[in-house]
């Protein structure tokens, strides 16, 4: 993973320097109006009460049930993956 994220860590500094473009700052708030500034908010705000509420439940589940939890999302996506190729 760490040879993936240099190849594509050199790739976007390359590309960046032949085709002269400046690096936009990641956490840029440019808005188009003021009804576009309220959504992105409002959608921020959203996502980090779930993350909040997500972690509260998550913490009081036991180690155990955490683990079967995360198998069969995993279980589901590896039945699904595999029909399609089919």
Known sequence: MATLGLLLF???TVMRK????ERKN???STYINDKHKWIDR???IIFIIVLLIGFIV???REPLEKN???GIILYSLS???SNGNS
Not at 18 to 21: D, Q, T
């Open 68 to 70: 079967l939890v995360f």
């Open 10 to 12: 050199l790739f976007n």
């Open 26 to 28: 990641i956490f840029s």
């Open 18 to 21: 032949l085709l002269k473009v």
């Open 42 to 44: 409002t959608i921020r």
């Open 79 to 81: 039945i699904s993956l």
């Open 58 to 60: 998550n913490s009081g």
